[in-house]
């Protein structure tokens, strides 16, 4: 299993990014997929989770009307889209994969097992 997390970098409050994770080695249209960050000494906290279908998400409050998560089933790959940024999301951004649910999403860090290595985001104000 592996999972692959691209696309950050240092933006300026109000601007956008788009974080990619790319995946391999499991049953993609199986699995929930998540967005968690993590800033150093606070527990890594969820942004948002979606289901194996796509039918089914999850944000945190933070985040609602700003991130857009989708998936794309044939090409194993799901993308977060970062608009408005605030200097509060600096972060590191890990994506994160397990079992799904077919009718809703849990949106935990300990529902998931297998993680990427994370990418950086930065907001300067």
């Known amino acids: 299993v592996q999972l692959v997390e691209s696309g950050g970098g240092l933006v300026q409050a109000g601007g956008s990014l788009r974080l990619s994770c790319a995946t391999s080695?499991?049953?993609?249209?199986?699995?929930?997929i998540g967005w968690f960050r993590q800033i150093p000494g606070k527990e890594r906290e969820g942004v948002s989770c979606i289901s194996p279908s796509g039918g089914y998400t999850v944000y945190a409050d933070s985040v609602k009307g700003r991130f857009t998560i989708s998936r794309d089933n044939s090409k194993k790959s799901v993308l977060l889209q970062m608009d408005n940024l605030k200097p509060d999301d600096t972060a590191v951004y890990y994506c994160?994969?397990?079992?799904?649910?077919?009718?809703?999403?849990?949106?935990?860090?300990?529902?998931?097992?297998?993680w990427g290595q994370g990418t950086q985001v930065t907001v300067s104000s």
């Open positions: 994160t994969a397990n079992l799904g649910y077919p009718d809703h999403v849990i949106c935990s860090q300990y529902e998931y097992e297998t």
């Open positions: 080695g499991f049953r993609f249209g199986a699995f929930a």
